[in-house]
């Protein structure tokens, strides 16, 4: 048996049960073992998904959080209505997609579509739970795929994190390789338990794993404070002698999957 017709097999095995309960993806069984092992949603969570399409995820949270919860999805493709979610298309780092979300937030309509309690003058709503299953479009070059995966997972932590609340819980996927530890250092400065996973139902299939990041700090420590996730992985990239962060001189690429590939001859 090859090992490329058992994946194949493995991931037919979870579309046929997605299918059978009514969830849009198979990835939807991933966030359910997430929140079986971790317990990252509890009942009445106001909960943002980021990368949300087709819904899988977004099914599962709206499950999760109950009729006193809130769930907004986002996603660069537009999702078909999820009972009880609010579902905003665009960029996660787009100035505009954040006000969007804000304002559903603040808004604060319940997955049966109550209204959440009224804020105190000045008060802004947070959330509890950030679940981001977001992917970059695959290229098939794994250098580069997994690469993009790592700054995309930045992105999201630096774009969202000011909107989870303080002892919040925060899901993010990631391609395992080079850099992977630029990613998880930056967590922990920012939650007191930082753990990667594999869910089964992503097991075998792929190199993706999640990373699991419980009670966030009201404050980053000290040696992140005023710094960005993105901004230390750039500084474990060149740490690791991935990248050079000194643009000035003349550069000239070297094999990798990053961004910002360059040496100075
Ligand atoms: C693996 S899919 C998510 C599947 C989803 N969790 C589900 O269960 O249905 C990853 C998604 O990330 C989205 N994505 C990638 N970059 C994005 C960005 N910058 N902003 C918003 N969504 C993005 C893609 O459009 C894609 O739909």
Known sequence: MSKRWFQGHQRDTWRRQARSKGYRARSAFKLKQIQEKFMLIREGDLILDVGCHPGGWTQVSVEETGPNGLVIGIDLLTSSPVEGAHFVTGDVSDESSHSLILELLQEGRTVDDNSLPELKEGETRLFNTIVSDISPKLTGQYDRDQAISLE????????????????????????????????????????????????????????????????????????????????ELDRHLESEGIIQLNDSEPETDVKSGFRRVSKKE
């Not at 774009?159 to 080079?178: E, M, R």
């Not at 930056?186 to 299939?205: H, L, M």
């Open 152 to 231: 995309l997972a930045a992105m999201v932590f630096d774009f969202t994190l000011p909107l989870l609340a303080p002892g919040g819980s925060f899901v993010t996927k990631i391609f395992q390789g080079t850099g992977i530890e630029g990613v998880v250092n930056a967590a922990k400065q920012r939650f007191s338990r930082v753990q990667r996973f594999s869910p089964d139902a992503s097991r075998n299939s792929s190199s993706e794993v999640y990373l699991v990041c419980k009670h966030k700090y009201p404050k980053p420590k000290k040696g992140s404070r005023g710094t960005t996730v993105a901004q």
